[in-house]
């Protein structure tokens, strides 16, 4: 399914199902999204419609990063949103789902990084030092939302992005024009 809205209707028989390894980009209310939209465009994404990434790993569950450290939550608390699905966009086998979802279980309780943000910025307008920043972040294995979606990928062996960025560089920006 490209873009949903998860309500309690069954989907159309047409759109294919989300399934475990697959990840989501949905819009987030409040100041928290609007403080990440902004972020974004600071960023060069311009206003993207999508501000958070998450990962299915079944049972209508996901994990995702967030400030409080990488959890596991019901798929439900996004109902009503409108969600955009890899589903259909990148071809995954069974083993590479498995994969994937064992390395996003692997994340939990990561912390979650506000310096990501500050790396990102670094990175996008060029400050001296950022790889000093990038290795403090990477050290401490600190993920924004984004992050541990490539970084999830990566751990299966599966390359999101063939531009050679670093998984703290990904946006849900990125995620979101990735599966467009």
């Known amino acids: 399914m490209s873009e949903t809205t998860?309500?309690?209707?069954?989907?159309?028989?047409?759109?294919?199902?989300p399934r475990p390894g697959d990840f989501a980009v949905v819009q987030m209310a409040g100041e928290v999204g609007r403080l990440i939209r902004v972020g974004q465009w600071l960023n060069?994404?311009?206003?993207?419609?999508?501000?958070?990434?998450?990962?299915?790993?079944?049972?209508?569950?996901?994990?995702?990063?967030?400030?409080?450290?990488?959890?596991?939550?019901?798929?439900?608390?996004?109902?009503?949103?409108?969600?955009?699905w890899s589903t259909g966009?990148?071809?995954?086998?069974?083993?590479?789902?498995?994969?994937v979802v064992a390395a996003a279980r692997g994340y939990l309780k990561?912390?979650?990084s506000f310096l990501d943000y500050a790396a990102l910025a670094s990175h996008r307008f060029r400050v001296p030092g950022n790889s000093v920043?990038?290795?403090?972040?990477?050290?401490t294995r600190h993920q924004i939302c984004s992050q541990l979606v490539d970084q999830c990928y990566r751990d299966a062996g599966i390359t999101l992005f063939d531009d050679g960025r670093w998984p703290g560089y990904v946006t849900p920006a990125d995620l979101g024009r990735l599966i467009r």
């Open 89 to 99: 966009h990148i071809a995954l086998t069974n083993d590479q789902r498995a994969a």
């Open 110 to 112: 990561v912390p979650y």
């Open 44 to 84: 060069g994404d311009g206003f993207a419609d999508y501000e958070h990434a998450f990962l299915l790993v079944g049972d209508d569950e996901v994990i995702e990063a967030e400030p409080g450290g990488a959890r596991q939550a019901p798929l439900a608390e996004y109902a009503g949103r409108p969600i955009r």
């Open 133 to 139: 920043l990038r290795g403090y972040v990477a050290d």
């Open 6 to 17: 998860i309500t309690s209707e069954t989907p159309s028989s047409a759109a294919p199902l």
